[in-house]
């Protein structure tokens, strides 16, 4: 392989006389990706420069010509003027310290990397970038939360089949439908506030792997940074991308979770259930047949749930076989993390825009109600007669039976026909056949009466102050 550039170009090229493999430098470098963490990489700069001018290896002057370099590279940033040098800038790092030599010198700007490695600067960028875009996160699905606690509230009143098995069950209200998963995605709420914890400590100042030889103030940088916390180990902190990976586990129960819900709803459109109807916004048409309406974001929702899963299962395959502290394989850590947290934000948020713009088909809903999903109100009706449950199972079994052997629907099996299979069949047993008694029957807590549906929804908008 031909080596056109000599290594000694790079900032740490110090020992190198050979050069590399362009093929080499193009595999190596993580600026194309990682220039996103230019912010980061910037404020965590100024905060190391700051803590060395504490320590006394900067002098005030140093530190603010740093301060001030760093701010004008970033600045360049922000308006897009920044020139990435190819081949030269492997990562943002190298990059930003390239460019404030070039604007402030290289003599001061030689002494920001004192005590500094890429490896604690890395994975304190990371952390940054993450923390900040998991508040965001927070903010979609708290959102998304409100419009499911919203819509329970205001069409509570509908009523329509629960299935097991895909089979008709028992009648449920929608709201009881929606607040199924809302209270999933609660779940999620709480495990990402508990996340955030974790990702939002520092591990700036750990050096290479050994620590910090300068005495540096760490827990000053974290506090000026943001963070929570330090992290209490240099060869474990500079080695972690658990925080990666624990969101990419999350982001994966999170998309499990939209990924059901999806299913649910792509089947509830179909013109058999026609439950729901997705608005157009969020729907694309067929380009051979002029009559479709697809239910793409729906779609699209269930198979990015497949691609955020690959990512837990890359990183973590990426992680299990490493030695002790910093490898280049964590590298690998950051493209997957982009995509994932690009993912699972812009799910959270079409999820949201379907919710808030899905019509509802109340009419279809207790259409698709039929009298069988009321045998288990008829064998509670005989429990209430006293007659052990075991028993009425059997009992109501054989009205099933009869309904269907004689072709009547079962709440129109005459109160005679009923008498005719257990004596204890009472008039009253005709209240039994109302779809409505039978959602309110089920009031204890957790239940699809009114009353329950509606203490839900309390439960969840308390969750998201
Ligand atoms: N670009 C590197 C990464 O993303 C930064 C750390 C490099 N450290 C090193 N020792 N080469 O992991």
Redesign the pocket.
């Known amino acids: 392989m031909a080596a056109d550039k000599p290594a000694g170009n790079m900032l740490?090229g110090g020992r190198f006389t050979g050069g590399l493999d362009p093929l080499m430098v193009a595999y190596n470098e993580?600026i194309y990706f990682?220039q996103v963490l230019h912010r980061q990489d910037i404020l965590g700069s100024i905060a190391f420069a700051r803590a060395n001018l504490k320590g006394g290896i900067l002098t005030q002057e140093e530190f603010s010509a740093i301060e001030k370099g760093l701010l004008a590279v970033e600045q360049e940033w922000a308006a897009g003027t920044f020139k990435i040098v190819p081949g030269v800038d492997?990562?943002?790092?190298t990059a930003n310290e390239r460019r404030l030599g070039e604007i402030i010198g290289k003599d001061i700007a030689g002494k920001l990397h004192t005590g500094r490695?890429?490896?604690e600067?890395?994975a304190t960028d990371m952390r940054m970038w993450l923390r900040d875009e998991l508040r965001k996160l927070e903010e979609y699905l708290v959102s998304f939360l409100g419009v499911i606690a919203r819509r329970a509230e205001s069409e509570v009143d509908y009523v329509m089949p629960g299935y097991t098995h895909l089979q008709r069950a028992q009648p449920i209200r929608w709201s009881h439908w929606m607040m199924s998963y809302g209270f999933q995605f609660a779940s999620d709420l709480e495990r990402l506030r508990e996340v955030i914890k974790r990702v939002n400590r520092s591990p700036l100042g750990l050096g290479?792997l050994a620590g910090n030889p300068f005495g540096i103030d760490r827990e000053m940088m974290a506090k000026e940074l943001g963070f929570e916390g330090i992290i209490w180990n240099s060869m474990g902190g500079v080695a972690d991308r658990d925080f990666v990976a624990e969101v990419m586990q999350w982001g994966s129960m999170l998309m499990v979770h939209i990924s059901r819900w999806a299913e649910d709803l792509i089947i509830y459109s179909t013109a058999e259930f026609g439950f729901v109807r997705l608005s157009d916004a969020y729907s694309t048409g067929s380009s051979l047949m002029p009559q479709k309406k697809n239910p793409d974001s729906l779609e699209l929702l269930r198979g990015k749930s497949g691609r955020a899963m690959g990512h837990v299962v890359g990183l973590m395959t990426t992680l299990k076989g490493l030695p002790s502290t910093?490898n280049?394989d964590?590298?690998e850590?950051?493209e997957p993390m982009l995509d994932h947290v690009r993912t699972v934000g812009d799910s959270i948020r079409i999820a949201e825009g379907v919710l808030s713009t899905l019509a509802t088909q109340p009419e279809k809903m207790r259409a698709a109600l039929d009298g069988f999903m009321l045998a288990t109100d008829l064998a509670d009706y005989l429990v209430r007669k006293g007659v052990p449950f075991r028993e009425t199972h059997h009992i109501s079994g054989r009205c099933v039976a009869l309904s269907e052997e004689t072709g009547t629907p079962m709440a129109e099996l005459s109160y005679e026909q009923l008498k005719g299979i257990d004596a204890r069949f009472g008039e009253d047993v005709r209240d039994v056949f109302d779809y409505e008694r039978s959602v309110e029957m089920r009031a204890a807590k957790g239940g699809t009466s009114k009353a329950s549906v509606l203490e839900q929804v309390k439960v969840l908008k308390a969750m998201l102050e």
């Open positions: 740490w993580s990682d492997e990562d943002i790092h490695s890429r490896n600067q890395i290479a910093y280049k964590l590298q850590s950051v």
